[in-house]
């Protein structure tokens, strides 16, 4: 297989290299033709290599920076201050050809507009946008956007998002003619914001889009589409309630009470169950979808959650080398060029 080339922001997130450097190590062995450079201070991200074998290291180089953009950072000053950051480095690591990808966990809205401004959107699109994947009931996977790259999106960019979604699910999920659905408090056609109904008008009149009308937040892991479209408010918070919800799901099946007296065999039960549940909602683990794809650029940039671990961030490089590996934005490209002048 080709080599793939995925610049990383060692420096961000709520963890830095703790976590990134051993992801980027689990990614390198799990991918033989993945090589990966990690941006950010040589002597902090070096100290984890001391079990890494000749092999992974080889596929490892360690470009410096100097300095990290905090991540409550105000995203213009960040912006203008960002010169030397390891989220700017990576990124131009990219813009050079040296990289095919850039992976962060740093600063949002950072990572938006340094994106935008070194990489550029793709023609076409107004605002990239946050993408996910979220499994559903139906042992499918649904595309979810905007994530809160975008707070507030007018219904072009909505249909911009829909259109990306779409192609995302055919070449991530393998789902011939996706069905696209917009995100609304109601599956009424006169419910909604004005700019959710003008969007539903021109998908309607697009052919190229399966769009199947509205889905209430109830329907998120239901499996009645294949792509969500709502604005970045909306879509962050109800990822974040989703996962929050989850991860109290899950934490209440590793929990044991304290201070009772219980049956002998109530250990025994208590770990049968927890074994049942587990393998039922364990693919809910928020951890198994982190990562979301700024989608619209001319290049992939991945953001990770910022409280990420290891095994939720080495998923947000598995997602960069599949995104790189299939061509994303080329065919989202593609697809803008035979839909919107229709559209428009």
């Not at 990306?164 to 914001?193: C, D, F």
Request: proline letters at 4%; charged letters at 20%; one cysteine or more.
């Amino acid at each position: 297989m080709t080599r793939v080339t995925l610049a990383i922001d060692a420096m961000g997130g709520d963890f830095g290299p703790c976590v990134t450097v051993p992801a980027a190590m689990q990614a390198l062995a799990s991918y033989p033709h993945l090589h990966i450079l990690l941006v950010g201070d040589p002597d902090i991200i070096m100290s984890f290599f001391a079990k890494a074998d000749s092999a992974t290291l080889a596929r490892l180089d360690v470009i410096p920076a100097e300095s990290v953009i905090a991540s409550d950072a105000v995203p213009s000053q960040a912006i203008r201050h960002s010169r030397g950051s390891s989220m700017r480095v990576a990124l131009e690591l990219v813009k050079a050809g040296r990289a095919q990808a850039c992976i962060s966990a740093g600063n949002t809205g950072a990572l938006m507009g340094l994106a935008k401004l070194l990489l550029k959107p793709l023609e076409g699109i107004e605002r990239p946008a946050l993408m996910t994947v979220l499994p559903n009931q139906q042992a499918g996977k649904t595309v979810l956007m905007d994530l809160g790259a975008n707070v507030d999106s007018d219904s072009t960019m909505l249909v911009q998002f829909a259109l990306m979604g779409a192609v995302m699910a055919e070449e991530i999920l393998a789902v011939a003619s996706p069905r696209v659905a917009l995100l609304n408090i109601g599956q009424e056609e006169t419910k909604g914001l004005a700019s959710i109904r003008e969007a539903a008008g021109i998908l309607r009149q697009t052919p190229e889009i399966n769009y199947i009308g509205y889905l209430e937040g109830n329907d998120l892991l239901t499996g009645k589409t294949d792509v969500l479209v709502c604005d970045g408010f909306v879509g962050n918070v109800t990822l974040k309630t989703l996962e929050g919800v989850v991860r109290m799901f899950l934490s209440l099946l590793t929990s044991q009470s304290e201070g009772k007296k219980r049956a002998w065999w109530m250990p025994l039960v208590a770990r049968f169950v927890k074994k049942r549940l587990s393998k039922r909602f364990g693919h809910l683990n928020p951890d198994q979808y982190n990562g979301a794809c700024l989608l619209g650029l001319r290049s992939t940039v991945i953001k990770s959650h910022g409280a990420a671990n290891q095994r939720a961030f080495a998923a947000a490089i598995e997602q960069a080398e599949q995104a790189v590996r299939r061509q994303i934005p080329e065919r989202i490209a593609a697809r803008l060029q035979a839909v919107l002048p229709k559209s428009d």
